[in-house]
């Protein structure tokens, strides 16, 4: 049996409440900023998870827990180590405990989601799902607290009668845990329902652990006062925020709001400095725009197709060429250090037509893409669909990819920063020795704006698309190999 180190305190604190697509790296670390003590990461399923491995990303300076394809499920930096809760979606004890312990040397706190009344959790079991089966509630909890160094809390909504309420969080108790959060909802209600105070204050005085309060931006929480009278008025020991949180991280800071520009400029730096993928970028500032999304700076946020363009929409074009060139200079760093056999992209190179080309995105209509142009190609000339031979080093994660066309193989010298921008290069690299036009503003082809329009987090021209049964693992050392899945909304970019 493991002893929990309890250094996490869950008394009297401002906590960051989990939250879907928003509670990132960049959120976490600007609520800790404006005064939150604890912050958690959006819900994180436990299947996904136990796909990942554990990577020091030396670039960066974080710690990714990256999937098989590349993609990064959850960025971690030393800046939060003591404040950072992993919110944890599970069903089942066993894979509960081993994520657990997979992150546990890089966060605070280890909790599990049994209030979320979304369908992409209950449908497995997780979630608000487990409210109705205490025996595996106790299971879990107790798993985690006898398997795991960091002190395990759970988040949980209220039950339809006070008595089932009472009577469930009773026996949460009795697992071990340090604390419990409590939405003050049932399981079918939504913002616009009443947050029952009463019911967490009955939990909070039936209970020895701290109480977590959660619920009140609708009603209660507009500045930061509110927050200590939500306290007050569900007796809990301290307050979780959501959506007022989401709005304007700066309702933690003690000296009041602050202006929302200044926040987004502040969430910008710290998205561009951690690599964020930009669609996540995107969508918190589109959280914090709310309805001056149809002002200029809104429509120009909505057009952005790429973190360089969502810092010119808010001036930081400077910042944005900053940023990159301390990270390109970083890898420079780094890969002197590299072997030169272990920069080359796969063990057989010969035959294999070369550029120095790189893709990008403004030089190209929307939803139009090299890969696109040389798949269509190829169905005309009733040739084999391109087939990406996609590797990333491990040393700066930068990615690199060999394009299989009519037997010949092309590849672009210059690493990149995604598996998709790297695929993309080698498109351009094969259409261009053929002669072809790659589909960039004034010789995209016209067969190509007959296709339907794919969904914009697509690539049209990823073999994966067209048939899953491409999708795989290509075992290639010193260099991880990566299948052509899509990427995530949260990988870093």
């Known amino acids: 049996m493991l002893v929990n180190s309890l250094s996490l305190c869950y008394h009297n604190k401002l906590v960051l409440a989990p939250m879907v697509r928003v509670g990132t790296l960049p959120m976490r670390l600007l609520a800790l900023d404006y005064g939150a003590d604890i912050v958690y990461c959006e819900e994180l399923i436990d299947l996904k998870m136990l796909k990942c491995k554990r990577v020091v990303n030396e670039v960066l300076s974080t710690v990714d827990f990256v999937a098989p394809d590349g993609r990064v499920v959850f960025r971690t930096c030393a800046r939060e180590r003591n404040q950072v809760v992993f919110q944890l979606g599970t069903s089942d004890a066993e894979r509960a405990l081993a994520v657990a312990r997979l992150v546990e040397n890089d966060v605070a706190g280890i909790d599990v989601n049994m209030g979320c009344p979304k369908e992409y959790s209950t449908k497995g079991g997780m979630g608000a799902a487990l409210l109705s089966d205490p025996d595996k509630i106790e299971q879990i909890l107790s798993t985690l607290v006898h398997g795991t160094s960091r002190p395990v809390t759970c988040k949980i909504r209220i039950l339809p009668s006070l008595e089932d309420t ?18 003050g909802r049932k399981r079918e209600e939504r913002p616009q329902h009443p947050v029952s105070c009463e019911t967490i204050k009955a939990i909070a005085e039936t209970l020895s652990i701290p109480v977590i309060a959660n619920g009140g931006s609708h009603d209660h929480i507009q500045g930061y006062l509110d927050i200590e009278d939500f306290r007050r008025a569900t007796a809990a020991s301290s307050v979780m925020v959501a959506r007022a949180a989401m709005w304007n991280p700066s309702i933690f800071l003690k000296a009041g709001l602050r202006p929302l520009e200044e926040v987004m400029h502040k969430y910008i730096r710290y998205a561009v400095q951690y690599d964020n993928h930009y669609t996540n970028t995107k969508y918190c500032l589109c959280q914090m725009l709310r309805e001056q999304l149809e002002s200029p700076q809104g429509r120009l946020l909505h057009a952005a197709q790429s973190s360089r363009e969502i810092c010119e929409a808010f001036g930081l074009g400077v910042l944005y060429e900053e940023s ?8 420079a760093e780094l890969l002197a250090g590299i072997p030169e056999e272990a920069r080359e992209l796969g063990d057989d190179v010969s035959g294999v037509i070369k550029m120095a080309v790189k893709f990008d995105r403004r030089a190209y209509p929307p939803q139009i893409t090299p890969k696109m142009c040389l798949l269509e190609w190829c169905r005309r000339e009733k040739l084999a669909q391109p087939v990406y031979q996609t590797v990333q080093r491990p040393q700066d994660r930068l990615f690199g990819s060999v394009v299989t066309v009519a037997e010949q193989k092309y590849q672009s010298t210059l690493w990149d920063k995604s598996k998709k921008l790297a695929e993309q290069a080698a498109a351009i690299v094969c259409l261009r020795s053929r002669g072809l036009p790659e589909g960039r503003l004034g010789d995209e082809s016209p067969s190509l704006h007959k296709r339907k329009r794919e969904a914009p987090d697509q690539d ?26 899509e990427e995530s909304l949260q990988e870093g970019r």
């Open 324 to 331: 990159s060139r301390e990270q390109d200079s970083r890898r």
């Open 166 to 183: 009472l009577s469930l969080v009773k026996r949460i108790e009795k697992t071990g845990i340090a604390a419990i959060a409590v939405h």
């Open 460 to 485: 049209p021209g990823d073999p994966c698309t067209q048939d899953p049964a491409l999708a795989g693992e290509l075992c290639k050392k010193p260099l991880v190999a990566l299948g052509s899945g």
